[in-house]
């Protein structure tokens, strides 16, 4: 006794409300498009190619580790060892293919097989003893931040070209695109199809639903967290190769607030914290929103302070709204 | 037992009613509970005991109907407005903090403060005469989270009494016991009954309130069935009041001829919740499992399942050994279970009906890896045909949907990928009239087509109305089968709670 059926059919609103959930990404497209207008109105120089271009760089590293986050969330995970997983990954890469004359080549792939490794590590400890998701990559972002100083706590330079052709740029009618950024589109595309025409996309989502249901529905739930979190480890790799590629070094300080501007990012983007929804192209455009705000407000000469307060509410805002639509299902 | 000499009277509920949207759950229910007086309230499960014992605790407000104490109409929207009448309710779930010692537990919320510090020499000291009247000698410093069960509810107890509690309810408190913690917690309530607190003490079981309690009511689907005396009333007069419903003429009648045995359970344990299970189950039969809540009826679906390891026992499926290790085994050979509670294990409540339906056979859509959508799509839609699934979409949100559209969805999931050997635990739990007889016909239908199912079932009519066969749990135990013709209520019932029929 006690559990309340609502006996309803079907009625337009209803309906209605079911096609808004399937396009969560309704609201951060509408956000992108408002703060994009509001800043080509308010700087000429906003509107233009060249800075279109310019977002996109600034944007494709967090961009690239936002891809993992968005997978770990919509399991009702969380990563905080992103970014020291990517400093790790990169200094490492970056010292092998410079200082111990590795083949360039090996050393990023090098890098890729540490950040799915530790990836790897994520799962198995969130699947094999429970632990929760916050907790384990707590650890381990503190595992990687003190095995990259232990390795080195100074910048590595003269990289080979390969390690940097991916921050050079190529020109398209004019515009100076970097290849960098071609990748990180690529990547998402790569993860959009994913997501959503293989079947391994569709258990993400199933878990990240309801993982008693998901394991009561034939799906082996471990193996589909184990796989999520080193998909999320590798896809750290690549942004370290990524982060080495743009700063022309590897820099055993990077990637100190990579973990929150990521799940800013996949927030802004409409996935939810509590699970089983959420989109990778949401992410993308969550990862631009971020980027188009650093960017106009630094056109108009605002501090880089004042434009991280401004972050702060944005993820606030979008959070509440994640929020209040869960609660009142 | 012999009745004290009846106190005054305490509580007096009276025309009690309670809606949830689309259920009508009490109507018009009568309850009155004196001084010194244990009143047994019993009934069948969905009958309405929980509802009306959420609305004198406070948890749910009622909407018609009036409560008196002492005579006076009171008001009782919260639990603090219940706590504040003396009125005490020990759920079967305890209501303890297990890492709080047990002195900081009958005292939580409650704390005695001296000159703004907590009197700690005073709760202790108080709580050690609680105990002590209750004839439990533990030292009040320990965790309460390290005590064995009955010392639990002798702590919750002990809570309820340093609240100056009159009126104390009681959730199947044996439920939780073995036979030698009973006894002890028998003597406990007589003493409290002694000391003239009103207890009102929910059982199944027959025995203990023809041992314990005065006065006994029976609710029945929500409604108020009667009060009668314990001394002057006969188990199979109470039986009858709790069941003595009309049959509903709902049920497909079908002709079954059962075939070869599909599935062979021998001697399965899992834990203490399930020993010794043994049965057949052969195509085309569907058996029907009664037994009260707890029985064990649920965790034996969950071994065959493959959600849970049994820790004795075989089983074969189709003459060759079974042995699944993951409900994917179970799946793989043919098994499919429908989930008792399912909103929390059925459904991935967030997602969409094709999502729902198709999740658990998505290799048999892709190749490569790759999904089919097209097929997905065109899967789909013939169940929603086939089950006449009421959705405006196949990409609805199934969490919008009424319980028994969402069974449907649930269903159509496992006939989508020929499921040969079927559990169904509670299938039409709350689930609409209509919904019901349409489910009852899918499984007519498939055992038609030679489907082996098991029905897990709280609700008699429905055991009786649907099986070829009826396994009756109890305790962990098929305690009796019974054939078709030889089912009744109140056979099932009977040995359900633990008493042997006299023969009829």
Redesign the interface.
Known sequence: ??????????TPR??L???I??SPILGPVAALVLASTFFALATPRFLSGENFSLILQQVMVVGVLAIGQTLVIITTGIDLSNGMVMALSGVLLASFAADKGLNPWLAMLLGLVVAAGFGLLNGSLVTGIGLPAFIVTLGTMNIAYALTRIYTTSTISDLPPELTFLGDTFSVGGTQIATGTILMLALYLLTWFMMR????G??V??VG??I?????????TSRVLRGVYTIAGLSYGVAAILQVARTGVGDPQAGQTSNLDSITAVVLGGTSLFG??GSIVGTLIGVLIVGVFRNGLQLLGVESTYQVLITGILVIAAVSVDQLTHRR? | MSTPAAGRVLLEMSGIGKSFPGVRALEGVTLSVREGQVHALLGENGAGKSTLIKILSGAYGRDDGEIRIDGERVDIRTPADAERLGISTIYQEFNLTPHMTIAENIFLGHLPTRSGMVDWAQVRQRSRELLETLDVHLPVDTLTGTLPVAQQQMVEIAKALNRNTRILVMDEPSAVLGERDIENLFAVVRRLQASGIGIIYISHRMKEIFELADEVTVLKDGRYVGTRKVAAVTMDELVQMMIGRELEDIYPSRRTEPGEVVLKVSHLAQDRLARDVSFELRAGEIVGFAGITGSGRTEVARVIFGADRPTAGEMELFGKPYRPRSPRDAIDRGVALVTEDRKRQGLLLKLQVFVNTTISGLDRLSRFGLLRLKDELALVNTWIANLRIKTPSPEFVVANMSGGNQQKVVLARWLSLGIKVFIMDEPTRGIDVGSKAEIYQIMADLAGQGVAIIMISSELPEVLGMSDRVLVMREGRIVKELARDEANEEVVMHHAVGHEVPAA
Do not use: F, V
């Open positions: 006794m006690g559990t309340a059926q609502s006996t309803t059919t079907a209803r309906q409300r079911g096609s959930l399937r025409y293989t079947a391994s569709r258990t989502y199933a639903d309801n008693e249901a998901a394991r009561l529905a034939g799906i082996n089983g929804r299902k």
